[in-house]
């Protein structure tokens, strides 16, 4: 099964930027829809966006629309969420996921196959 390990974690100001990575273990990855989810403490994990195997059409929950751009690099076996105009409410582990069936429109966790560890997103006001 395919391995995800999440990367660019970090501590930033409100308004700042950063850019996060998702890296497969193996080519499996190029098949797979992938997503973002974040789970702050005391709360439940939720979607941040999704992106099919061919990178079109992306999707974002309304609380990141406009603010993130999830991408892909299938030839590195690499996603990507960049996040600008961070808020202290972005401030969660942020975890990536790959789906390997069912509608790429799924919202839910419980709907993805494999995940990453996750990375730590901590926005300071």
């Known amino acids: 099964q395919v391995q995800l390990v999440e990367s660019g974690g970090g501590l930033v100001q409100a308004g700042g930027s950063l850019r996060l990575a998702c890296a497969a273990s193996?080519?499996?990855?190029?098949?797979?829809?992938l997503g973002w989810f974040r789970q702050a403490p005391g709360k439940e994990r939720e979607f941040v966006a999704a992106?099919?195997?061919?990178?079109?059409?992306?999707y974002y929950s309304d609380s990141v629309k406009g603010r993130f751009t999830i991408s892909r690099d299938n030839a590195k076996n690499t996603a990507y969420l960049q996040m600008g105009s961070l808020r202290p409410e972005d401030t969660a582990v942020y975890y990536c996921?790959?789906?390997?069936?069912?509608?790429?429109?799924?919202?839910?966790?419980?709907?993805?196959?494999?995940w990453g560890q996750g990375t730590q997103v901590t926005v300071t006001s």
């Open positions: 193996d080519n499996t990855f190029r098949r797979y829809n």
């Open positions: 996921a790959a789906l390997t069936r069912g509608p790429i429109t799924t919202m839910s966790p419980q709907q993805y196959d494999y």
């Open positions: 992106i099919p195997w061919s990178s079109r059409p992306q």
